[in-house]
């Protein structure tokens, strides 16, 4: 199957007129159009074209809209496409109807074509940040902490782009299982979430990277804060995750998987890695990502909970030059 084209709306009409005038008007708007007859040519449009969005009438022939929905919601490969059903006149309960059977709008005929465009705009929008966000935390993923990060460079707005990594995460998941594993993710997700409410960090963009890794956008002057805190919140809840005996005893003991001897590894703290726009220019989010990782990993070389700044004046820090701050539990 063809990969998916975002900007590429079918417009499956029974109506050539009305589906024309449609689609001349959604390509004013900037959208590709894509036009089918009947159910039949709008399931071979999909499988072809992969639109970014359908838009289907309720009564279209051979297929109609309700029906044509529900199948296409049963098939994974078209399960998360954006569906807007159109129908003449439709009641409340045919609006429910679509509605149940996966529709994500219903539109009534006759239409305001400026709305069509808005209402598709926020389907293919919603699709979107849905697709890119963590299913296990719902914060936004890879794609869009790009997206932000780019558009704060494009502006010139100042920045700390905070990466954040769990150590000794895979004891944990060696010794409790990943279930017990995506409890502590889930615990960092809401900690970064309490850490910038606690800072008073505005503007701030949160993400989650994947695994075990965050980030945290926000401006110079708050990264000391947020992170400060971060590594307070994570430190009780690792407390409240591990098992008590390990919690008291402040390690979790496991088995080498090579030499199958016992070791000991410490409770999980979080290494971040801080890039500064204040520091260096960046030209794109590549690069700031790229020194945010460097400095993670720089980071992740030291015990304990670790912050490395890049080489010069710390946020807050003014008259000092320290490279590292870090807060110990």
Known sequence: MAPSTPDLVLIADADPEIAEFLASRLRADGFDTALARDGYQALAGIALRRPGIVLLEADLPFIDGLALTRQLRADPATASLPIILLGAQPSSADKIAGLKAGADDYIAKP????????????????????????????????????????????????FALCYI??????????VYGFVRGDEFIRALAECVYAAAGDAGAAPVFLGHVGGD?????????????????????????????????????????????????????????????????????????????????????????????????????????????????????
């Open 213 to 329: 890794d965050f980030t945290i956008l926000c401006v110079p002057e708050h990264a000391e804060a947020v992170t400060g805190f971060l590594n307070d919140h994570f430190a009780r809840r690792v407390r409240q995750l591990c098992d008590p005996a390990d919690a008291e005893r402040g390690y979790i003991e496991h088995a080498d998987r090579t030499s199958r001897r016992m070791i000991r590894s410490r409770l999980p703290t979080l290494s971040i890695g801080v890039a500064l726009s204040t520091q260096r220019r960046f030209s794109d989010a590549y690069e700031a990502v790229a020194e945010a990782t460097a400095l993670k990993s720089v980071a992740k070389s030291h015990s304990g909970n670790y912050v490395a700044y890049p080489e010069g004046r710390a946020p807050g820090r003014a008259g000092r030059r320290p490279v590292f701050w870090t807060n110990e539990h």
């Open 111 to 158: 239409f305001d074509p400026a709305e069509v465009s808005a209402r598709i705009d926020s389907a293919i929008r919603r699709h979107r940040e849905v697709r890119e966000s963590s299913p296990l935390t719902g914060m936004p993923g890879n794609d869009r902490i790009l997206r932000e990060l780019q558009s704060w460079i494009k502006r010139g707005d100042p």
């Open 165 to 174: 990594d769990i150590d000794q995460f895979k004891a944990v998941n060696d």
